[in-house]
Nanobody
């Protein structure tokens, strides 16, 4: 069983920055997907950013140029640096991993952006 533990959510004013971190309980392979989804109030869960060690990261159009995903394979962590935050970025952010043939989710961390 793979556990994902997020940290770093909170309340921030529009235009501010936050950094989310997620730690996996096992080592991930370079081919594994590791990243972030979010679910806003009354909305479906959506992709924010996803990375593999091979190739370029994938970002949602709504966050391109504002969010940066980074991965540390040695520490089994993935981070999401969020800048120029907007009220519409308010959501529960979930860490995600696809490894060993299965999907795994973190418990979620709340990000609230005030206007």
């Amino acid at each position: 069983q793979v556990q994902l533990v997020e940290s770093g959510g909170g309340l921030v004013q529009a235009g501010g920055s936050l950094r989310l971190s997620c730690a996996a309980s096992v080592a991930l392979f370079s081919r594994d997907f590791f990243g972030w989804y979010r679910q806003g109030p009354g909305k479906q869960r959506e992709l924010v950013a996803l990375t593999r060690s091979i190739g370029s990261p994938t970002y949602a159009d709504s966050v391109k140029g504002r969010f940066t995903i980074s991965r540390d394979n040695g520490k089994n962590t993935v981070n999401l640096q969020m800048s120029s935050l907007k009220p519409e970025d308010t959501a529960v952010y979930f860490c995600y991993a696809f490894t060993r043939g299965n999907e795994y989710w973190g418990q979620g961390t709340q990000v609230t952006v005030s206007s």
